[in-house]
């Protein structure tokens, strides 16, 4: 009987084929499209150059974690990083370089800490004002500007910059719509974010939606999402703010600049709801004793 080896030409024939193309790549793509003993130097301080098959497993890796936990901000952070390359943080930074103040912030380069930030200062200006909204959204929900994460895993330096002013600039899209960071507010924001700035984190990030209670979940689907939708497509892209100089500039003034609408009150809605729950949990409490006393 004739041994079969055709099979074995051809699986020849297509290793020689791909390790032909592989040597056809650029030569920084090539070294990290299947080599890890050689990885190329840092571009910036705290840069780590990954393999393709490194990028994909850390955007797996990072997506099943911070949906098992979603305060794993470093998991998000991650997730962000893996997933916004080969297109959308180009995107993002050409959107950038489009507009005379996004041009301004590439060059300038700012970093919102609390070094950078005096919280002080943004606490004693008048109400209303884009910074006491700011200090007064990062008290009520026990932040702080230096709780996000340094960007790592971006290899061009401006674009790693661009992701690193949308992660420090993320609290001032909370600030002026007044959403807080409870998972059903953070869901709203990122797909406020979403529509805005098309990062596919921002969109992975709403499968945690199956976190939330039956109430909620109809709630963000009837309420939240829609308005998220259509203020994060009308809106000006909010990564050309350049957030410093609009600290003492009022806030309603830089919404209808945006064209961003000021979402329903969700701390509110959820307030009138828990107090609703509790009269009426006290209510069948005092028929159940009243009932019980009589004998019935």
Do not use: C
């Not at 390359?85 to 180009?90: G, V």
């Amino acid at each position: 009987m004739r041994k079969r080896t055709r099979p074995a030409v051809m699986n020849g024939q297509i290793s020689q084929r791909t390790f032909q193309r592989l040597l056809a790549l650029p030569p920084p793509l090539r070294l990290r499209t299947f080599s890890i003993l050689n990885r190329p130097p840092p571009n910036y301080a705290g840069h780590v150059p990954l393999t393709l098959v490194e990028r994909g497993a850390l955007a797996l890796g990072s997506a099943f974690g911070s949906l098992r936990n979603p305060h794993r901000h470093d998991l998000i952070a991650s997730l962000g990083e893996a997933t916004a390359k080969p297109y959308f943080i180009s995107r993002l930074r050409k959107a950038m370089l489009a507009n005379p103040t996004g041009r301004r912030i590439l060059r300038d380069k700012p970093r919102i800490t609390s070094q950078t930030m005096s919280l002080e200062w943004l606490r004693q200006l008048p109400d209303n004002t884009v910074g006491r909204a700011y200090a007064a959204w990062l008290d009520r929900e026990g932040v702080t500007p230096d709780t996000r994460d340094q960007v790592r895993y971006i290899d061009d330096p401006e674009e790693a910059y661009v992701m690193q002013r949308y992660r420090e600039t993320h609290d001032f899209t909370h600030a002026i719509t007044g959403l807080p960071v409870i998972i059903e507010g953070e869901l709203a924001v990122k797909a406020f974010e979403f529509a805005n700035t098309l990062l596919p984190m921002t969109a992975l990030s709403l499968v945690a939606v199956v976190r939330l209670k039956a109430a909620e979940r109809k709630r963000f689907f009837e309420t939240y999402l829609p308005w998220a939708v259509s203020n994060g497509l009308k809106a000006e892209e909010v990564v050309n703010v350049y957030w410093e100089e609009e600290l003492e500039t009022d806030v309603e003034v830089l919404r209808a600049r945006l064209g961003i609408e000021v979402p329903p009150d969700l701390r509110e809605i959820r307030k009138v709801l828990r107090d609703k729950n509790k009269a009426d949990m006290a209510a069948r409490d005092a028929k159940n004793r009243l009932g019980a006393g009589m004998g019935v």
